[in-house]
């Protein structure tokens, strides 16, 4: 996997150190304008040069998302937006919208531009016409198969970069393209903004039993019908590569550190060949999420691939290191654990870490049984040497 890189996502401070120190090449996040994570997920101003300064000085790369779709009284401001963030050092922006990707080649054309996937770019084509409006990136759309980007990668020059999402969530709408959220809640998922109603429970009615639900499947619950599946590609990798992806991209702006950290760890593994796929996979089992696919990559997804829109993980994630010194590790507690629990290791380049807690300290030097209470700066003897920002899992099966 040499020369390709691994791009993550940060939508906070804490899951960019996270997403440098675990392995990623390159991160990519949101600014003050047209980024489609508009609600919780910005660094704005000051926030967003630091983190410029930060990725530099550990020889990282760091892309900003433009990715909503404009207005016409935001082309103005996208032009000096482009100058902001060229002046700042941002090694690129990720665009969807053609007016803004004019606006941001007239203001800043030494800043690279990347075409977003919800530009939804999926013939050589169209990249080519990119190309000549000076793209150096695509970001394919998640439609295509393998088969389809081997044709694209022969028909496009060399230079273009082909980036392609190898993880995370998956929009049940046309490349991301979806108006339910807008009609349900106005709150428009094209403009930064989505409730995920994709995810919600669902039962029909009929017009004249108002209150009566009938179940589409016999669950307690409803279903989750529109609900998709999750991403993984760790176990064809290789298949990627030899299309001619040349950037790995994960995703999660809106994902916590650890769940940043345990997908860039697996990947950054699985790329340098440090650990198996099996254990990459297991890793991978251990964040939160829906039932697994290979997306399109194969062709066209198999009627009758059932998803009960249930998420699963098989760890609770329980803190972040603070520091280690001697066989004590001092932690932030983000959940639930107690003495007798076995607590695994999530560091870079590592896997199948862990101890058992014998005993734990609380900031006044009382020995406690459990810590319940998040945040609390806890101390736990550790035999295993940890380095700052690792983090700690519990199985839930050792609940």
């Not at 120190?21 to 997920?41: E, P, T």
């Not at 890793?283 to 997804?301: N, Q, V």
Request: with cysteine; hydrophobic share 35%.
């Amino acid at each position: 996997m040499k020369g390709i890189e691994l791009l993550a996502p940060c939508g906070d401070w804490e899951s960019l150190e996270a997403a440098v120190a675990f392995g990623a090449d390159a991160v990519y996040l949101g600014g003050d304008l047209l980024q489609l994570r508009a609600a919780k997920s910005a660094f704005s101003g000051e926030k967003l040069l630091r983190a410029v300064e930060y990725v530099h000085e550990r020889n990282k790369r760091i892309y900003v998302t433009v990715n909503s779709f404009a207005k016409n009284g935001e082309l103005i401001p996208a032009g000096d937006y482009a100058r902001y963030l060229k002046d700042i050092g941002v090694d690129a922006a990720i665009i969807s919208d053609l007016g803004v990707f004019d606006a941001f080649a007239s203001a800043a054309p030494e800043l690279e531009r990347h075409v977003s996937t919800q530009a939804n770019c999926q013939n050589y084509g169209s990249a080519n016409v990119y190309y000549k409006m000076g793209a150096k990136r695509i970001v394919l759309a998640r439609e295509m198969s393998l088969q389809e980007i081997e044709e694209l990668r022969k028909n496009t020059p060399s230079d273009l970069e082909l980036e392609a999402f190898v993880h995370g969530a998956m929009c049940m709408a046309y490349s991301g393209r979806c108006i339910i959220s807008s009609f349900l809640t106005g709150r428009s998922g094209n403009r930064g903004e989505c409730a995920q109603p994709c995810r919600w429970n669902y039962a029909l009615t009929e017009e004249k039993r108002p209150g009566e639900y009938f179940p589409i499947e016999e669950t307690d619950t409803g279903t989750a019908i529109l609900s998709s599946h999750d991403l993984c590609c760790i176990g064809f990798l290789d298949k990627l590569r030899d299309a001619g992806i040349s950037s790995f991209k994960i995703e999660g702006r809106m994902k916590t550190a650890y769940y940043v950290a345990t997908a860039v760890n697996a990947y950054r593994m699985a790329m340098d060949g440090s650990a198996s796929v099996e254990t990459c996979r297991e890793e991978l089992e251990c964040l939160k999420h829906r039932p697994y696919s290979s997306g399109f990559y194969f062709g066209e997804l198999k009627m009758g691939h059932a998803n009960s829109g249930r998420y699963s993980q098989s760890c609770t994630f329980i803190g972040r290191v603070l520091s280690w010194d001697k066989g004590m590790a001092r932690i932030q507690q983000r959940n639930n654990f107690q003495v007798g629990d076995v607590l695994e290791v999530l560091s870079p380049g590592r896997a199948g870490l862990s101890f058992q807690v014998e005993t734990i300290t609380d900031q006044d030097g009382n020995i406690r049984q459990r810590a319940p209470h998040p945040n609390e700066e806890l101390l736990v003897p550790c035999p295993v040497e940890l380095l700052p920002g690792d983090f700690l899992r519990r199985r839930d099966t050792e609940k």
